[in-house]
């Protein structure tokens, strides 16, 4: 079974910068897809960043500028660097990978970008 176990999250000045972890155990043979997404309260879940196996990204316009993507294939470990954090970022931030045909999803890391 696999489980994914996300840090990083927590309060941040607007301005500021964070780096989320999210680290998947278990039975893995391969992992394709990393990513991560967010849900703001009262708001649909909205990808934010992903990247494939081989390292080909792809990020949503509203972080494009402020956000890398990254992932350590030795340690099945995808990471996300955000910068210049607004008010808007303010979400509940999930780490989803695909393992084959399986979508497994984490818990969720809370990050509040707020004076």
């Known amino acids: 079974q696999v489980q994914l176990v996300e840090s990083g999250g927590g309060l941040v000045q607007p301005g500021g910068s964070l780096r989320l972890s999210c680290a998947a155990s278990?039975?893995?043979?391969?992992?394709?897809?990393m990513g991560w997404y967010r849900q703001a309260p009262g708001k649909q879940r909205e990808l934010v960043a992903v990247?494939?196996?081989?390292?080909?990204?792809a990020v949503a316009d509203s972080v494009k500028r402020r956000s890398t993507i990254t992932r350590d294939n030795a340690k099945n470990t995808v990471y996300m660097q955000m910068n210049s954090l607004e008010p808007e970022d303010t979400a509940v931030y999930y780490c989803?990978?695909?393992?084959?045909?399986?979508?497994?999803w984490g818990r969720g890391t809370l990050v509040t970008v707020s004076s």
């Open positions: 278990g039975t893995i043979l391969s992992i394709n897809s």
């Open positions: 989803k990978i695909v393992v084959g045909v399986a979508e497994i």
């Open positions: 990247i494939t196996r081989l390292g080909r990204t």
